[in-house]
T-cell receptor, first 114, second 114 residues
Framework: DTGVSQNPRHKITKRGQNVTFRCDPI?????LYWYRQTLGQGPEFLTY????????KSRLLSDRFSAERPKGSFSTLEIQRTEQGDSAMYLC????????????FGPGTRLLVL | AQSVTQLGSHVSVSEGALVLLRCNYS??????LFWYVQYPNQGLQLLLK??????LVKGINGFEAEFKKSETSFHLTKPSAHMSDAAEYFC????????????FGKGTHLIIQP
């Protein structure tokens, strides 16, 4: 257990529905990342927050995806109008900005879109 | 842009034998390099990292890796495999700035034969 928690751990939804995932970081970790991992692939970067500011978004993050980090603590990732191609593991990672960054990953939320 | 290539999607070794997982990277700036391990249905756990300084880095569970700039490689080794080492291993690179997160390879599935 790295101290990063994600909820829910599993989500099954029907195509077209909206889903929201939550990530709770290690206390005082000011950077928070979202990644997506599909079967047989490594995680792919989606977006990144420093405190409450969303500083970077990947081109993978379509306009159906939105992420927030109010107050610089927990973060949510919402997918609107889900598609079957959204089925994946969604991973959250957090870190403290130091000269030797280490990202600590949560257990992930596995999404299945039917 | 950064990229990571992991040679061999599956590697099989006998228990007690040497483990060698290969990773080559591409980066336009001095890289930060990482190896993560992922057990089924879990998040990623950091094994070891190279940022600056000594090019041979030691990690948890008896793993080590050597940064070779001339070969753009960061191969992971362990002298004697244990059954509990069976997992998915990911090599990752970053530029240390945090903005684009980590760039991962596709992973290598390590199989330990009794």
């Amino acid at each position: 257990d790295t101290g990063v928690s994600q909820n829910p751990r599993h989500k099954i939804t029907k195509r077209g529905q909206n889903v929201t995932f939550r990530c709770d970081p290690i206390s005082e970790h000011n950077r928070l990342y979202w990644y997506r991992q599909t079967l047989g692939q490594g995680p792919e970067f989606l977006t990144y927050f420093q405190n409450e500011a969303q500083l970077e978004k990947s081109r993978l993050l379509s306009d159906r995806f939105s992420a927030e980090r109010p107050k610089g603590s927990f973060s949510t990732l919402e997918i609107q109008r889900t598609e079957q191609g959204d089925s994946a593991m969604y991973l959250c990672a957090t870190e403290v900005v130091t000269r030797q960054e280490t990202q600590y990953f949560g257990p992930g939320t596995r999404l299945l879109v039917l | 842009a950064q990229s990571v290539t992991q040679l061999g999607s599956h590697v099989s070794v006998s228990e007690g034998a040497l483990v060698l997982l290969r990773c080559n990277y591409s980066s336009s700036v001095p890289p930060y390099l990482f190896w993560y391990v992922q057990y089924p249905n879990q998040g990623l756990q950091l094994l070891l990292k190279y940022t600056t300084g000594a090019t041979l880095v030691k990690g948890i569970n008896g793993f080590e890796a050597e940064f070779k700039k001339s070969e753009t490689s960061f191969h992971l080794t362990k002298p004697s495999a244990h059954m509990s080492d069976a997992a998915e291993y990911f090599c990752a690179v970053s530029d240390g700035g945090g903005a684009d997160g980590l760039t991962f390879g596709k992973g290598t599935h390590l199989i330990i034969q009794p």
